[in-house]
């Protein structure tokens, strides 16, 4: 007859159809996930918690038939190489890691454990994986790889500020996916004919310097890069671009909600839910190298409509249109 020991386990790993393999998920072990980020703890709630819904929705309970161990790199990415290590020490079964200098930092740590990416900038490029549909080594997981977005959020830009001739634009130079973004925005400034000023920053302390540049320079508008550390300290850019009466576009809906004039760029909670799905087939014996990595098929654009009175600037009609979502 089937024990309460038995049952109550079953019930609990129910949504796990698949057979698990037995060095993987043995009855009764208690899987550990390293979570590696360069933010910190209090930065990326919607991401976080989208992530353990996702692991929830697939029958994994945080305490009883699974574990997160997290480390968080405070935006100062000279931090995860060591606390990769630790993770890898630590023997987890897989570690998720987010951005691009996570997942470098992670595979540089380790070269058996599997890695899930929550959303690469450039994972090809920057040796991360084979190829987008056979990653080939211990990584895999999710992409952002869209460097067109620098020209479609510039173009976006100037159909609010159609009278815009210098844009500064804010960029981790740490981050070798930013470097695309930037080249893009470049290529499209050319050819709507503004000049664009480059902000560059790679820690916490650059921000101090590189921000004020851009009223020196005279920057009619501002487009914020998406990466972990610009994410990080998304306040104080947000802060300042309304101080200093400065049109903004960003890359993630949080920005917005922050009070940014407008965000295009995918749903980085989507992202992070769809990372849970990886962690749940490699638990359950999937190999990394024969898991596609994902890209976004949908990009939200978000007005917040309270920030572009309070700049007096008129939003298009048929931009209002076109957003996902109007913040007032």
């Known amino acids: 007859m089937m024990n309460r020991r038995t049952f109550l386990w079953g019930l609990a790993l129910g949504t796990l159809s698949a057979p698990l393999p037995a060095d993987a998920q043995q009855a009764g072990k208690v899987a550990r996930i390293g979570v590696l980020a360069q933010g910190s703890s209090t930065d990326a709630p919607h991401s976080g918690e989208a992530f353990r819904q996702g692991l929830r929705d697939l029958g994994y309970v945080e305490g009883e038939n699974i574990v997160l161990e997290y480390r968080w790199a405070e935006g100062r990415a000279e931090r995860l190489p060591d606390l990769a290590v630790e993770l890898v020490n630590l023997k987890v079964d897989v570690i998720v890691a987010g951005g691009t200098p996570a997942p470098l930092a992670a595979k540089h ?71 695309l973004l930037v080249r893009e925005t470049e290529a499209a400034a050319r050819t709507l004919g503004v000049q664009v000023q480059s902000l560059a920053v790679r820690g916490p302390d650059d921000f101090e310097n590189a921000l004020p540049a851009a009223i020196r320079g005279r920057a009619g508008a501002l487009i914020v890069v998406d ?102």
């Open 227 to 328: 990466d972990p550390l610009t994410y990080l300290y998304r306040m104080r850019i947000v802060d300042f671009a309304a101080r200093n009466r400065l049109p903004a576009m960003y890359g993630f809906r949080e920005f917005a909600e922050a009070g940014g004039l407008m965000a295009f760029g995918a749903n980085l909670a989507d992202l992070y839910r769809r990372a849970a799905t990886y962690v749940d087939k490699i638990l359950k014996g999937a190999k990394p190298a024969d898991l596609p990595v994902e890209q976004p098929t949908k990009f939200e654009l978000i007005i917040n409509m309270k920030t572009a009175k309070a700049l007096g600037l008129t939003i298009p009609p048929s931009l209002l249109l076109r957003a996902d979502q109007v913040v007032e």
């Open 109 to 179: 740590a380790t070269r058996t454990i599997p890695i899930v990416m929550g959303g690469a900038g450039d994972p090809v490029g920057t040796g991360l994986v084979a190829s987008l549909a056979r990653p080939g080594g211990n990584v895999t997981g999710l992409s952002t790889l869209t460097p067109e977005l620098g020209r479609k959020r510039l173009q976006l830009l100037k159909e609010v500020v159609p009278g815009v001739s210098r844009v500064a634009v804010l960029w981790n130079a740490a981050n070798p996916y930013t470097l």
